[in-house]
């Protein structure tokens, strides 16, 4: 039977369903386009990813690579249909949702698979959900929860101030599982225009239009170029170094970059062949510096110097040196940059995946010519972020749209364009030499890194300023002297990748510290204990720091690590391609901005009808600041977390809490929930006239304030409303006590740090050089643990795209953008994860607590590479550390 | 909305009139048709064939047996088959991921004609013949010489690959297969390898062995399958797998997974490793 066009039919979530449609489209555009449902999530329309997976007759299949017409007559399931399962609150329970935009591909996944095999193995479950990536929990907790797919509640919410520490569950975490959370690419609007950037295809490319009306008008579409840009068309992340144009003029400087944009109507838009666009490319120079500003395209250098380092390198008992080289990584967050722009009067409102509302709303502001007040940012669920949401991509774009057209604007990257033209972490060279005395004490260390930054500046500055910083590493460090340079090229933006350059610097590090420790016979976690870095000691940066916890760290590992090193080597006294070894690798990381002002605003209110709200502007891009900061607050006030309302992050309705980025929300944010929380609590004591031990309850209409002996009754309708409907209320700011940094990178950088060390159990086929990594123990100290749930499920993360910084994962300009010639880790890579957490209290930190977003991912790199190494003598030098590397390192270590 | 050229017609008779009318994509599982393009919809005229039932499934025939050419990946792993195809069910696990292996079918494997197409090997080595219909009959070529290069076949426009035979003889033996990649699941491989014996009386009678993503078209290694003959399936076996054998019948290219000196020595640890599975399992009862 031939089907022409006309009515499809096909069975959806149990009901049928009839639609006009195209037999040739994607089953996931039909479902999410045409139908309404958008829990079915598009990210990479390759099947590489699978977070589209619904179950057709039963069978967990790609919507994406699905015609509609294979479809027809049969039964599609998606996470709409599947009603709050069992295998939902399991999720739920267990933290298995991070950001959420791959829950529903794992979700139907799984559902599909448990239905053919009930009572499955771990690796059963692992193989199963081998073809859905997640790029935020490192795979352990969804696969717990699958395991475990009973019905059942998460844990009861704490009492009255025993929020903090507790195993709360991901309190914005029910619609995440039920599918139902809206992404960048799930907010519609009647009407909306479909938007789409014309791209350079290479660089450095100058360019020139042809007649764009004509083909406009031909393809009834509306086409904008930099010409339309009413105000500044330049943006950056750095007020010193905005460089960047919202749309390129006359010159593109990497491929990827946007120099025009189609809008029209979504079937329009996105049908039309982009290659017949009227433009001229040229090549330009590719020996022309990227930017004339800079001749020798160095954006910047930074560095840190104390003592004398070459003297002490003189006077060592020994020296170790290495170089290493790291390539581009890709943040490959599940969610494409997605959103929609669109007018409310005067103002321009923006709903798009973000880390950082306050910084879109100025930039965009400013290239539209707008004044901030007249542009709303409302964060959409952001689906993984991990630093390249940090900046601007489609804010502006559709936000001119928007402007220019007065409908609304909305935009959705494929998965290559958001490859290709967001920012990555910078590729590396690195070399550098550390020595010791006789003691095994480290007497001094040098380190030289260049950084390839890219086509702008981005967060170039950032990387070469902490990584002098941190290169260091949690040790003591006398005699010191580290220089980052971040230098501009014609290739992809290196922006902000979880860790900001600190990930390659320790791998440098950690790596020649083995070195050493091997040179002077040390065991390698003893000689890091010796030169941790303690209580009244100061950094390479000259601060004294109090409430170090590495020590503390390592002596966790330091059972595991015998252990560990004693199955190794019966493993390897069994003569077999399988060598096994052991690594080891510490973290620490400044939490915050360095040196520079990051204050955060919380504000939290009684309304008159006894509702608790609290404004909450920490954009929780999966990492937890919408349950840890009302956690926090919550125990402040001295009133039950399940009281509080959140008001999520949206620049209209909450104080600005700065950017998801440098492990900062928990600290800086936390900092100003505990503070609002505590300023309220004094309010309302004062106004009972209680003492501090007071205990509070709220209840409809009024607040009661009880000390044992003496209870108060505050009739909230009684007092006089405030400022923003409040009749009570509260607003602080923190901002880390920084100084800033000399010519000598001298000074206190940070407020506050966190710190980890982590051990690695590997073995390598040294017949292939293929690397299997068994057991990660992760000990890291938190300060105080706000909530282990989320924290854990910040290790695990961390931990999976260390694993596939250090093995898989290399971003190849023009030639990886996709998600399967980039490699990320799948279930079948991940390792047992045994987190470990240390709780040695911040004097500066809320109720002690110190970050970790960053510092999880720091150490499980070098610590593989020393593993390695222990496995087989050899040391990759150059990063990722695929089959072919490994192996070549073999055959010269043996030579 | 326009009239759109997506025809799935019920018959191979429908099928083949509509491929004679004039041009059009044939699509199957589209595992690989959208990937390639980043468009919401496949450019049309398209021939789907997933909806002939008489090309999906897996039959024993009185030659040996016949795979039809919409028979999904998963099929395979589910079908009852003889011990000489379980390098075939394993390659099927490594066909993307079970989303893809629920979707892919074989003949878009090897009309793909990717030199990494993770069931070519295995097909090789299972002296397959890929059946070819048109309006004006059928014919049957050798695998070997239906694939001519990377992203080619000598299917012609106007013919659909209707099926899969695997001879009687080479439905004898047992199998291996091994596929090395970056990661676990749902990779690209840097280097596999298919390998099937016939062993009688502790010796081998017949080997066949082929090796992919290490040449254009994935390739047997006849020098030594030949050496093979004869010798003792005992643990020193795989000794016989030089890489200086294997080496000649290889031109690996150097690519991001890999460099070629790599492919070539890891092609000849994993035909090692195939020989062993086979000469070291315990044989069922």
Redesign the interface.
């Known amino acids: 039977m031939n089907r022409p066009v006309g009515t499809m039919t096909l069975t959806v979530n149990g009901s049928e369903v009839s639609l006009p449609a195209d037999p040739a489209r994607r089953l996931s555009e039909v479902l999410r386009e045409q139908l309404g449902l958008r829990g079915t999530k598009v990210g990479c329309d390759a099947g590489d990813c699978g977070a589209c997976t619904v179950l057709l007759d039963g069978a967990p299949t790609c919507a994406c690579l699905t015609p509609l017409a294979q479809a027809a007559g049969r039964s599609v399931e998606t996470v709409e249909g599947l009603g709050n399962s069992p295998l939902q609150q399991a999720f739920l329970r267990h933290g298995a949702a991070q950001c959420g935009i791959c829950t529903p591909g794992m979700l139907m996944t799984a559902t599909g698979f448990l239905r053919e095999m009930p009572s499955p193995t771990r690796t059963d479950v692992e193989e199963a959900l081998g073809g859905v990536l997640c790029r935020c929990t490192g795979y352990t907790k969804i696969i717990d929860a699958i395991l475990d797919a009973a019905p059942g509640a998460p844990e009861a919410m704490p009492a009255s101030g025993h929020a903090v520490g507790a195993h709360v569950a991901r309190l914005d975490g029910a619609p995440k599982v039920a599918g139902c959370e809206v992404f960048g690419a799930d907010h519609i609007r009647e009407d909306a225009l479909l938007v789409r950037a014309v791209r350079a295809p290479g660089a450095p490319l100058t360019f020139e239009f042809g007649p764009l009306s004509d083909w406009a008008d031909s393809k009834g579409v509306e086409v904008l170029t930099s010409r339309d840009i009413p105000g500044r068309n330049r943006f950056g992340v750095i007020p010193a170094f905005v460089d960047q144009p919202a749309l390129a003029e006359g010159y593109a400087r990497l491929k990827g970059e946007a120099v025009a944009l189609v809008a029209g109507p979504a079937e329009i838009v996105s049908a039309l062949d982009l290659k017949d666009f009227p433009i001229k490319w040229a090549q330009a120079d590719v020996d022309a510096p990227v930017h004339a500003s800079h001749p020798d395209n160095r954006l910047i250098s930074g560095k840190v110097r104390r003592g004398d380092v070459l003297s002490a390198m003189e006077r060592a008992a020994f020296v170790a040196e290495g170089s290493m080289e790291t390539p581009y990584v890709e943040h490959a967050y599940i969610e494409p940059e997605a959103g929609i722009a669109w007018m409310e009067g005067d103002t321009l409102v923006i709903q798009a995946c973000t880390q950082a509302p306050i910084m879109d709303r100025d930039d965009t502001a400013a290239i539209l010519g707008l004044p901030n007040e007249n542009v709303r940012i409302i964060p959409a669920a952001t689906g993984g972020g991990f630093g390249a949401k940090l900046d601007l991509s489609l804010q502006p774009l559709i936000g001119l749209v928007a402007l220019k057209t007065g409908r609304a604007a909305r935009m959705i990257y494929t998965r290559a364009e958001s490859m290709a033209s967001t920012t990555k972490r910078h590729p590396s060279r690195m070399s550098g030499r550390v020595s010791a005395d006789a003691q095994g004490r480290i007497t001094g260390m040098e380190f030289d890194g260049d950084f390839n930054t890219g086509a702008y500046a981005s967060w170039g500055p950032t990387v070469s300023g902490r990584v002098p910083v941190h290169a260091s590493g949690p040790y003591y460090i006398p005699n010191y002297h580290a220089e980052a340079r971040a230098n501009y090229s014609y290739e992809p933006i290196s922006g902000a990748f979880r860790g900001f350059g600190v990930p390659q610097a320790a791998i440098l590090q950690e790596t020649i510290f083995d070195d050493l420790a091997m040179q002077i016979g040390m065991d390698r976690l003893a000689f890091r204990h010796l030169n941790a870095l303690r209580d009244g000691l100061d950094t390479v940066c000259g601060q004294v720091l109090q409430g170090v916890g590495i020590a503390q760290c390592l002596d966790a590992l330091k059972d595991p690590w015998e252990k560990a090193c004693a199955r190794a080597q019966a493993a390897n006294d069994r003569a077999d391609a399988q060598r096994h070894g052991v690594g080891v690798a510490s973290c620490w990381y400044g939490c915050g901005n360095t040196a520079i002002a990051n204050p955060s605003t919380i504000r939290v209110g009684l309304t008159a009808q006894g509702r608790l709200f609290l404004h909450q502007g920490a954009v929780d891009i999966g990492q937890g600041s919408n349950t840890v900061i009302p956690q926090i607050c919550a125990d402040a006030l001295g009133l039950p977390l399940a009281q509080m309302e959140i008001i999520g992050a949206d620049t209209a309705l909450t104080p600005d809490c700065g950017k998801t980025s440098g492990s900062r929300q928990t600290y800086v944010t936390g900092s100003a929930a505990l503070r609002a929380g505590q300023s309220l609590r004094a309010q309302i004591l004062a106004l009972t006239n209680m003492g501090a031990e007071a205990t509070l309850s709220l209840e409809p209409g009024s607040l009661i304030v009880s000390d044992g002996h003496v209870e108060r009754r505050i009739q909230l309708a009684d007092l006089k409303e405030q400022a923003n409907g409040y009749v009570l209320s509260a607003e602080e700011t923190y901002d880390p006590p920084t100084k800033p940094l000399d010519e000598n990178g001298q000074g206190a950088p940070y407020a506050v740090y966190g710190y980890g060390a982590q051990m690695v159990e590997l073995s390598v086929d040294v017949k292939l050089g293929t690397v299997k990594v068994h057991k990660i123990t992760a000990a890291h100290d938190l300060g105080r643990v706000i909530n282990p749930a989320l924290a854990e499920g910040q290790v695990h993360g961390g931990i999976a795209q260390g694993l596939g910084l250090a093995l898989m994962e290399e971003f190849i300009p023009g030639r990886t953008e996709n998600l399967h010639d980039y490699l990320i880790p799948t279930t079948g890579d991940m390792p047992e994860i045994e987190t470990l957490f240390i709780e040695v209290p911040d004097p500066e930190g809320p109720m002690g607590a110190k970050g970790l977003g960053e510092h999880v991912l720091i150490p499980t790199a070098p610590a593989i590479l020393n593993a390695i190494r222990h496995a087989t003598g050899a040391l990759v030098t150059q990063l990722p550390a695929l089959p072919h590397r490994v192996l070549a390192a073999i055959e010269q270590a043996q030579r | 909305?326009?009239?759109?050229?997506?025809?799935?017609?019920?018959t191979l008779a429908?099928a083949l009139s509509l491929l004679q009318s004039g041009q059009h994509r044939i699509?199957a599982?589209?595992?690989d048709l959208?990937?390639a393009t980043?468009?919401?919809?496949?450019?049309?005229p398209?021939l789907?064939i997933?909806?002939i039932d008489d090309l999906r499934g897996i039959s024993r025939t009185d030659d040996g047996l016949r795979m039809g050419a919409t028979t999904r990946w998963?099929d395979v792993i589910k079908a009852n088959l003889p011990p000489a195809f379980d390098m075939l069910k394993a390659a099927a696990?490594e066909v993307?991921?079970?989303?893809?292996q629920?979707?892919a079918t074989l003949a878009g494997n090897l009309c793909n004609a990717s030199p990494a197409a993770d069931g070519v090997p295995c097909l090789l080595a299972l002296d397959a013949q890929v059946e070819l219909a048109s309006e004006n009959g059928h014919r049957i070529l050798p695998l070997s010489e239906f694939l001519t290069g990377p992203r080619r076949t000598a299917l012609r426009p106007d013919e659909i690959l209707t099926a899969i035979e695997v001879p009687a003889q080479a439905c004898q033996g047992r199998s291996s297969f091994r596929k090395?990649g970056?990661?676990?699941?749902?990779?690209?491989s840097?280097a596999m390898v298919a390998t099937r014996l016939v062993v009688q009386d502790d010796k081998v009678a017949e080997a066949a062995i082929s090796v992919g993503s290490c040449s254009a078209v994935a390739t047997r290694l006849p020098e030594l399958e030949q050496a093979l003959v004869g010798r003792t399936a005992d643990r020193a076996l795989p000794d016989i797998a030089t890489p200086d054998v294997i080496a000649r019948r290889l031109s690996p290219i150097d690519d991001?997974?890999?460099?070629a000196g790599?492919r070539t020595?890891?092609a000849a640890?994993?035909v090692k490793r195939t020989l062993r599975d086979i000469a070291t399992r315990e044989v069922p009862a």
């Open positions: 909305m326009p009239e759109i050229a997506y025809h799935r017609p019920d429908q699509a599982g589209c595992t959208f990937p980043q468009a919401p919809a496949l450019d049309g398209v789907d997933t909806g998963a696990r993307g991921s079970v989303q893809i629920n979707s090395l970056a990661r676990k699941y749902l990779v690209i840097i991001i997974r890999a460099d790599y020595r890891a640890e994993l």
